[in-house]
């Protein structure tokens, strides 16, 4: 009871909330714009955080964190744009909704599935921390290769009617995460003597690229499809209270199937809310039997989005009871804990859970900031289909240029991110969907160093 009193007084003191408001809002905006993830806000801040109290630090990278997993949302549902790989699949569906004029829906829909799916993610943190940490350290190599496998088998979800377009776009992503240095051997692959490529094809500036820049290149050229011209669109207005209640009426089912996947996929380490979104949006669209999904299916937004917020909670599990990260963004949080002097494990519930605490129900109140942000900005984010296309176009593609060029600061993710984009606009004129490209290069390199290792070990 003591422990608990003293949780409530750090939580609620002045200097937390502010933090918490302010690492939450900055997620966002970073997760709106194309590249700026919340691993690279995480990243930049970290050194800032140095002077504050621990879970004060601690909070303000956690919200950073989930606040960057919603707001890669709000561009791809606007503008089909993507902010991060997690809202590859939310544009799928949400930037049909805007084209029929359904934005405002789409960003609800949107809002609400993050912040019950960061919550639920948080909750099982909460209390089934050192059970699932357990089951995590059961999945060696041959478990995360199938897993990874079976990632790849919603393909077919992602491609509509014409399945084989999408195993070439697949086919396509596999090879792009092949080329460079082979992490098991040494040799260079497909690097065609060019010494640039030896780093590979990171998955941000490929995602900025296929996204972003190749939709400003069919905006600017004309080449979008008839009523996909944002200055035209007006969107109908609709009401929270009506979404929250259609959000539970209908979609119950696929949210918490869909928060219960990301939570999973977010305690194995190496994997993150990139594969929970695709498999959870595989999953709502392999029961739709009305076949509507690709078409503006809100169920389409509300599965990945409350997969890839409920990861952000699966990840933390392994890293405060393990010391292992579930994604690259946690790996980042975990040098936040080791700055301020705290060892991961299951001591650090016994011999710091004045902090752990805080730190959990500090993230799970950030999630209902989050939720309030989303809700009472989204007039704020819809005005931007009210500007002329040739005024957004410059910004969308400043700002990815310099997001592709953050990544490593290297001028070489920003040629890939132009070369990306370019190949986007040629996939576009195929017909050739671009989400299994990026499905492909976000698991080919899961699939093959697991290979290896399961290889090794029989």
């Not at 630090?57 to 991060?84: A, H, V, W």
């Not at 396509?172 to 003597?193: C, E, H, K, P, S």
């Not at 119950?252 to 959870?280: C, D, E, H, N, R």
């Not at 980042?332 to 129900?361: K, N, S, W």
């Amino acid at each position: 009871m003591e422990l608990m009193t003293q949780v409530l007084v750090n939580l609620f003191s002045i200097q937390t909330l502010v933090v918490c408001f302010l690492g939450t809002a900055a997620g966002v905006v970073l997760g709106a714009i194309p590249g700026m993830n919340g691993g690279i806000g995480i990243a930049v801040m970290l050194p800032f955080t140095y002077a504050m109290r621990p879970e004060q630090g601690l909070l303000f990278l956690g919200g950073i964190y989930l606040g960057s997993s919603y707001g890669g949302s709000i561009s791809g549902i606007l503008i089909n744009c993507p902010g991060t790989a997690e809202a590859s699949c939310t544009a799928l569906e949400g930037y049909q909704m805007t084209r029929k004029g359904e934005g405002k829906s789409a960003l609800y829909f949107s809002v609400i599935a993050s912040g019950i799916g960061s919550i639920i993610g948080l909750v099982v943190l909460l209390f089934f921390a050192p059970v699932l940490s357990s089951i995590s350290v059961m999945f060696g190599p041959p478990e995360m290769m199938l897993l990874a496998i079976c990632g790849l088998t919603i393909v077919g979800s992602l491609t509509g009617k014409n399945v084989p377009k999408g195993l070439l776009a697949a086919l396509a992503g596999l090879f792009l995460a092949m080329i460079g240095i082979d992490g098991n051997t040494g040799a260079m692959r497909f690097t065609f003597g060019a010494r640039a490529l030896r780093g590979g094809i990171n998955l941000i500036p490929a995602i900025i690229g296929l996204f972003a820049i190749a939709e400003m290149i069919k905006q600017g050229t004309g080449q979008e499809e008839p009523g996909g011209n944002q200055t035209s669109l007006q969107l109908k207005q609709v009401r929270f209270l009506d979404i929250w209640k259609e959000t539970w009426k209908k979609y119950t089912g696929v949210l918490l199937k869909s928060s219960a996947i990301g939570t999973f996929i977010g305690i194995l380490p190496g994997t993150g809310g990139a594969i929970a979104s695709f498999l959870a949006y595989g999953e709502a669209k392999g029961r739709d039997r009305e076949g509507t999904f690709g078409q503006g299916n809100p169920a389409g937004i509300v599965a990945p989005e409350s997969a890839n917020n409920a990861a952000v909670g699966g990840s933390l599990v392994p890293m405060l009871s393990l010391g292992i990260p579930g994604s690259s963004t946690s790996a980042i949080m975990f040098c936040a804990l080791t700055i301020h002097g705290l060892v991961p494990g299951q001591r650090l519930f016994v011999d710091h859970g004045e902090i752990v605490y805080t730190f959990i129900f500090g993230m799970i109140l950030a999630a209902v900031i989050m939720m309030a942000i989303g809700v009472f900005g989204i007039p704020v984010f819809a005005s931007i289909l009210k500007l002329n296309i040739r005024h957004i176009i410059p910004v969308v593609l400043m700002c990815s240029l310099i997001g592709a060029y953050s990544v490593n600061n290297s001028v070489y993710d920003v040629i890939v991110a132009i070369g990306m984009g370019i190949f986007g606009v040629i996939l576009a004129k195929l017909g050739i969907p671009n989400t299994p490209v990026v499905l492909g290069l976000i698991l080919g390199s899961i699939i093959e160093s697991n290979f290896v290792r399961t290889y090794t070990i029989v």
